[in-house]
């Protein structure tokens, strides 16, 4: 089995970050948003991801905001893929995979080796996708 790709960890945890909305104001009724993976991603998802991994990896303070630049790049770059191309056509999902690998260099370059291969790890993914879950509630 292949561990998913770092676009889908990103997918999941920006899908987690927007799952519903309260309306605190109002006691009733609260309005729950459904995500699908066709949505736009919201901007802070991008921030949550970076200071996430930067505590799991451990990064520093700089690389932690390189990673956080990166992630905002790659965040806007699928959204506007998403706009631009209808929903699991073979021109989004191409231009979900060049923005994928591209992002994937960025982050080998920010992190190093090391770093990087343990992100790409099935316990390392795992544990940040429920970080940022608990992040959601």
């Keep these: 089995m292949r561990f998913p790709s770092f676009f889908a960890l990103l ?4 899908t987690a970050a927007s799952c519903s909305l309260f309306h605190r104001d109002k006691p009733a009724p609260v309005v729950e948003t459904v995500r699908t993976p066709d ?7 991008a921030r949550d991801l970076a200071d996430v991994m930067g505590t799991e990896l451990k990064l520093t303070p700089d690389q932690t905001g390189r990673v956080r630049t990166i992630l ?3 965040l806007t ?7 631009k191309f209808a929903p699991k056509s073979p021109q989004l999902l191409a231009e979900l995979k060049r923005i994928n690998t591209n992002s994937q260099k960025e982050l080998r370059a920010v992190v190093g ?3 990087f291969q343990q992100l790409q790890t099935k316990a390392t993914q795992q544990k940040i996708a429920t970080e940022m879950q ?3 509630k």
């Design 11 to 14: 997918s999941l945890a920006l």
């Design 134 to 136: 608990q992040r959601q």
């Design 77 to 83: 770059q699928s959204n506007a893929a998403k706009e």
């Design 113 to 115: 080796p090391a770093k």
């Design 72 to 74: 905002n790049g790659t």
């Design 39 to 45: 949505s736009p991603a919201p901007p802070t998802a």
